[in-house]
């Protein structure tokens, strides 16, 4: 053994220096970090029912988290490869499941929900001239617990600042020519992760919100008053994210290289990687308050490229698009089609994300397959982003009719029940005999409820239903009758997310190959910046309000204002939908610009190489013309006079 090799630093060995254990460790973090995620946007409208929040609220609520992400996103470019990636990642993830626990503690620290209506309260029936009973407290809207969940979704936030790019980055710098089969393989097991948080969002929702604070709640979960136990999902997802962030505090700062048979490294090959190793460029000698004050420069360095531009500006439409359908696509089936909230969460884990995910994997062997370069993977990706637009535009003509609701949309004998003192806050939907829904039997005018133990069955002596004979009403929102259009529906979508997803994985790799080996991590940063700060945060605002401008009757307790009660289906569709056909069509825009760019990247290179080819000729000609001169002048003074 000779002195160089004794004195070569020693590096961990085992599971912990092991590239492909990293990348199922930060799968698994990574799954666990969007299963809550998911769960969150799959329980959105559960929470916006108990709480009264509107859906601008609510989708305040689901993106704050990027709040944390963008405040502290400079620190983890000037960080990136300057500290202990792995560590950082554990830490950070720890702190995330302190803000997930944190955001199921407004049920522990409320009371219990009171909705109206309920059986022991007569169940809204009409009486003459008796006023209503309208118990008032502060603690039954949700005004108090907002700042608490918005805490939450902030630690949620902070703490999931340096997991993908301070994990991307660490696998592209040691996994070698494995990189792109390894990150398709992340990005396609974590989108599983919202995936299954859709899917527990499905089971837990199916349990009564009080379940352990009263007895078993006899309301069905079918009924539109019922609110299910929202919390329960974040204990589980908190204790997940724990869990996974442990293996974190092993790995190593630096990590021995993945080996490949069939690409032995040269010698030369070899120096050039180790002068590419994190912590050996030049800009770690820089101080914080230095990189600070560079930062706009490096900023506008970054953007400059227009490739990456591009490109990130094509991300940030598809993740905008995907950021406002994952919190309210679940709301959009439920209102639209008339499913549960459980049922519509099953549709977005089970169908929806699954395309997205196969899209995904889909793209990544494409890209290993053929080999594309950066400008076949400009090409592809406006492709397929333009055959997604063309799936996503039957979409707005695929849904149901807005139901005729008495008092809204149907003004049929209104003064029926003027006499029957109902409340403004009753909410406990029937279905009359003429097929018009009322808010609650008493605005129905019925004075007798036939019931058995288990719930009420029907609705008679219904005033505002009396043509010529006795009207009735039966319990439960009237059904539109086009539940058949369920399944076209889900199928297109399913399709688009499919096809917009094989663009994923391409256009990432386009943006780690278009940009210095020195600049990844900080590229990185500055893309996931741009994501948060023009994508998840305003994007879940957006489609909020667009959802809230198609409303058609608020609910109201305590004289103040909560959740949606009615939409008008028509707007919600268009609105909704075509906020996804705006945002896709912004990304292939953008694709073809990339592509058309380096298009002309190219010609300008193949003219730059002609000139200097035929200068280089040129130059040739001229020195072997001046030679044969020279050749021929000496010639002359040989066979001179």
Same mark, same amino acid.
């Given at each position: ?61 689901a993106s704050f988290n ?299 062997? !494409? =890209? #290993? ?5 950066? @400008? /076949?993977? +400009? ?6 982003? &333009? ?77 505002c239903l009396e043509n ?42 386009? !943006? =780690? #190959? ?5 600049? @990844? /991590?900080? +590229? ?6 741009? &994501? ?25 307790k305590c004289n103040d ?81």
């Amino acid at each position: 053994m000779t002195a160089i090799e004794t004195a070569k630093p020693r590096r961990p060995m085992g599971l912990f220096n092991n590239i492909k254990f990293f990348v199922l460790c930060h799968g698994m973090l990574q799954l666990s970090q969007l299963l809550v995620s998911g769960y969150l946007k799959g329980s959105i409208t559960t929470i916006e029912k108990r709480y009264g929040f509107s859906s601008q609220m609510s989708g305040l609520l689901a993106s704050f988290n990027e709040v944390g992400n963008t405040i502290l996103i400079v620190f983890v470019s000037y960080f990136g490869s300057r500290v202990h990636r792995p560590k950082c990642i554990g830490i950070g993830a720890m702190i995330a499941s302190m803000g997930v626990f944190l955001i199921a503690t407004p049920h522990f620290i409320g009371g219990k929900y009171n909705y109206t209506e309920s059986k022991g309260n007569n169940s809204g029936l009409c009486q003459d001239n008796i006023p209503p009973k309208e118990e008032c407290n502060p603690n039954r809207n949700g005004t108090g617990v907002y700042p608490i969940f918005l805490l939450g979704q902030l630690l949620l936030g902070i703490g999931g600042v340096p997991i993908q790019p301070f994990g991307i980055s660490y696998i592209d710098d040691y996994a070698e020519k494995s990189s792109p089969f390894y990150l398709g393989i992340l990005f396609a097991v974590t989108v599983i992760g919202p995936a299954f948080g859709y899917l527990m969002s499905s089971v837990v929702l199916r349990f009564f919100v009080d379940f352990d604070k009263t007895s078993l709640e006899k309301m069905q979960n079918d009924d539109p008053r019922w609110v299910g136990a929202w919390w329960l999902g974040f204990l589980i997802a908190a204790t997940l994210l724990l869990l996974t962030s442990l293996p974190y505090l092993f790995f190593p700062r630096n990590m021995s290289r993945e080996e490949t048979e069939e690409t032995p490294v040269e010698p030369s090959t070899e120096k050039m990687m180790e002068d590419k190793k994190p912590g050996t460029d030049k800009m770690e000698e820089v101080s914080l308050t230095e990189f600070l004050k560079s930062f706009p420069n490096i900023i506008m360095r970054t953007l400059r490229n227009p490739i990456y531009l591009l490109v990130v500006l094509a991300q940030v439409n598809l993740a905008a698009m995907v950021a406002g359908l994952a919190t309210f696509m679940g709301k959009f089936i439920e209102k639209q089609f008339s499913q549960t909230a459980s049922f519509s969460n099953t549709m977005m884990g089970g169908i929806n994300i699954p395309s997205a995910m196969l899209g995904i994997m889909a793209g990544g062997v !494409i =890209l #290993r397959k053929l080999g594309l370069t950066v @400008k /076949s993977s +400009a090409a592809m990706c406006t492709v397929v982003v &333009f055959v997604s637009f063309t799936f996503a535009i039957p979409l707005l003509f695929i849904g149901c009719p807005t139901k005729n609701i008495f008092g809204i949309n149907d003004f049929t004998n209104q003064q029926c029940s003027n006499k029957c003192s109902c409340s403004e806050e009753a909410f406990n939907p029937v279905c009359g005999s003429n097929g018009v829904e009322f808010r609650s039997p008493c605005h129905a005018g019925c004075r007798t409820e036939i019931n058995n133990t288990e719930k009420v069955l029907n609705y008679t002596d219904c005033k505002c239903l009396e043509n010529g004979f006795p009207g009735f009403a039966l319990p439960g929102p009237c059904g539109n009758g086009c539940n058949n259009r369920l399944i076209p529906f889900m199928i297109l979508s399913s399709i688009t997310c499919f096809v917009a997803s094989l663009s994923h994985t391409t256009s990432f790799m386009m !943006i =780690l #190959r278009t940009v210095t080996p020195e600049d @990844k /991590s900080f +590229a990185l940063g500055i893309q996931f910046m741009l &994501f948060r700060v023009l994508a998840f945060l305003p994007a879940p605002v957006l489609y909020g309000r667009a959802i809230d401008t198609a409303c058609i009757k608020w609910g109201t307790k305590c004289n103040d204002t909560t959740s949606c009660l009615y939409y008008d289906l028509d707007l919600f569709r268009q609105r909704f939908l075509g906020l996804q056909i705006f945002f896709i069509f912004g990304g292939f825009v953008c694709f073809l610009l990339s592509f058309i760019v380096l298009c002309k990247i190219q010609s300008t290179q193949k003219q730059n190489e002609k000139m200097k080819q035929m200068k280089s000729e040129s130059f040739q000609e001229m020195k072997d013309a001046k030679q044969l001169v020279s050749v021929s002048h000496g010639q002359c003074n040989t066979n001179g006079p």
